[in-house]
């Protein structure tokens, strides 16, 4: 009984072991096989074009919500009035990057017309290729000062008023390009000074574009000075801050003033004065279109400087032409 008992225990654990080993090897073999996932992806892909359908429909309704939407009016931007500026240039070392310089600043005014009038008996190539390559609103004029008015070679800056006859060819070309657009006269702008040596701050050029008849404001170091400036008491410039000849009509530098289109187009005999005094130029053109009361003050009633009359230093050539002597100069080609 007992050897009978111990025979079917041993039957049942190697059944036992033989159903393991079975299962084990059943899913051995599984573990290689490829799983038939058709139906999954099925379910994946409809779920897919579902969403696309939805995304669809979506993009359908906010198409038409923009179609039917009313468009939204636009503040009315108030027109602002073209601010015209004269620049007599002549050629010399430095001629090119005063102008690049300027033009640049020039970029950032919105409705500007630079008017640029070479001492020249013609226009160059290189003022004009560096106009053309500008990206401004511009005139390209010229006209040769008189020998008699020009500076010889050591003559001092202040002896003769230089930029005489291009700033009158300048003005020229306004009365009679501006008269011929439609509104003749009437039309409004401003009519700015700037030479190709100054330093502007972009404010400058908005304080100046509300210009009623004569608008002024301090320029920096010059006349020997900090600063000259218009002084302001009540809103009214009442004299003028200068260490020299404050007597004057209007002691100020070129830049700083600025005029009313229409001011220029109301008198046309308004010009400058190549035979005026020595510092007396900018009166010579002042002095026929408005008086002193009539001034109006910008910069926060003339108490800011927002342009310097800067010079760039002459260049100094002793080893360029020490190399030229021997052949070896710069290439002449290469256009500075």
């Known amino acids: 009984m ?12 190697v059944l036992y072991f033989m159903v ?24 994946k892909d409809r779920t ?24 939204q009016k636009q503040p009315a931007m108030p027109s602002l009035s073209t601010i015209f500026v004269i620049t007599p240039t002549y050629a010399r070392l430095v001629q090119k990057a005063e102008l690049t310089r300027l033009l640049q600043t020039f970029l950032h005014v919105p ?8 001492d020249s008996p013609h226009k160059t190539q290189l003022i004009t290729d560096l106009l053309f390559k500008s990206g401004l609103t511009y005139t390209h004029l010229h006209m040769p000062t008189a020998k008699d008015r020009k500076l010889q070679e050591g003559d001092p800056s202040w002896l003769k008023p230089r930029g005489v006859e291009q700033r009158n060819e300048g003005l020229r070309w306004l009365r009679e390009n501006r008269r011929a657009q439609p509104g003749g006269d009437s039309q409004q702008g401003v009519v700015y000074f700037a030479d190709d040596d100054n330093t502007y701050s972009l404010q400058i050029f908005e304080e100046m574009r509300s210009t009623q008849r004569v608008s002024v404001w301090p320029v920096g170091l010059v006349g020997g000075m900090k600063y000259e400036r218009p002084v302001v008491e009540g809103g009214k410039v009442v004299r003028f801050h200068t260490g020299w000849r404050p007597s004057r009509p209007f002691p100020m530098d070129m830049a700083g003033f600025a005029v009313s289109l229409k001011l220029v187009l109301d008198n046309p005999e308004a010009c400058f004065d190549g035979e005026a005094p020595i510092g007396f130029l900018e009166s010579s053109f002042l002095q026929g279109l408005v008086t002193m ?3 109006e ?17 002459k260049p100094k050539m002793k080893r360029e032409e020490a190399l030229q002597a021997q052949g070896l100069g710069s290439d002449p080609a290469v256009e500075v």
């Open 20 to 43: 393991s080993l079975l299962g084990l090897v059943y899913a051995l073999m599984q573990l290689g096989q490829r799983c038939d996932c058709t139906e999954h992806d099925m379910a």
């Open 2 to 13: 007992a050897m009978r008992m111990k025979l079917k225990l041993k039957t049942v654990f």
């Open 293 to 295: 009361d009539e001034l």
């Open 111 to 118: 409705q500007l017309h630079w008017i640029v009038v070479e």
């Open 48 to 71: 897919i074009s579902r969403l696309r359908g939805e995304l669809h429909r979506l993009q359908e309704q906010m198409r038409k919500s923009e179609a039917t939407k009313q468009p």
């Open 297 to 313: 003050p910008k910069a926060d009633n003339c108490s800011k400087v927002l342009v310097w009359h800067t010079r760039t230093e």
